[in-house]
């Protein structure tokens, strides 16, 4: 896996595999259970870990339908999604995701594809705010959320927005690089 700087020249269309998917397919092959939905699949890499290695039903989400083609590739049922929209009620044991959180200015934005996986907005939680206002909804009462989060998103914020909606939260994996912290933080109702 190369650095995000680095392949963002190279990849335009869809988000390949980083430290930040291997942190979370790492977490979800340890707490995943049931069916599992991942929202934000880029290319599908981590959805195919759990799919592969643990008895869960996966069902893999984006956006973006280039990603969406890369994942079907990938033998994975496929919804194209903006977040949690077209999903019922109580439809999931566990959702993951591994948002969009570079913080970015909005002058410094570009109008494609990958430029939509990796910039969180100003605050790098352009998408964690609604992602954990709507999260509880899809999931099944004993449900669990495994949420990436970048010290460069604000961390205590995070763990803010998750209590606000509900949720506990513990780390359930966490690696330290020169430029960040990424905790993949499980999430439960209170």
């Not at 959702?95 to 934005?109: G, I, R």
Request: glycine letters at 8%; charged letters at 25%; one cysteine or more.
């Amino acid at each position: 896996m190369t650095d995000l700087a680095e392949r963002r020249g190279a990849e335009t269309a869809v988000y390949q595999p980083a430290e930040d998917s291997g942190l979370l397919a790492e977490a979800a092959l340890e707490r995943a259970a049931g069916r599992t939905l991942e929202v934000g699949t880029g290319s599908g890499w981590v959805a195919e870990r759990v799919a592969t290695g643990t008895d869960c039903e996966v069902v893999a989400s984006d956006l973006n339908p280039h990603a969406c083609r890369e994942a079907r590739d990938r033998g994975l049922s496929v919804v194209r999604a903006d977040l949690l929209s077209p999903f019922a009620d109580g439809s999931f044991e566990t959702v993951l995701f591994n948002p969009p959180y570079l913080p970015t200015e909005p002058d410094n934005e570009w109008s494609d594809w990958m430029e939509a996986a990796l910039s969180g907005g100003e605050t790098g939680r352009e998408l964690i705010e609604p992602f954990l206002a709507d999260v509880g909804r899809v999931l099944r009462p004993d449900g669990r959320v495994l949420l990436l989060v970048s010290s460069l998103t604000g961390y205590e914020e995070v763990l803010a927005l998750a209590e606000a909606a509900g949720f506990e939260h513990e780390k359930a994996v966490e690696e330290s690089f020169p430029f960040e912290t990424l905790t993949v933080l499980e999430l439960t109702r209170e």
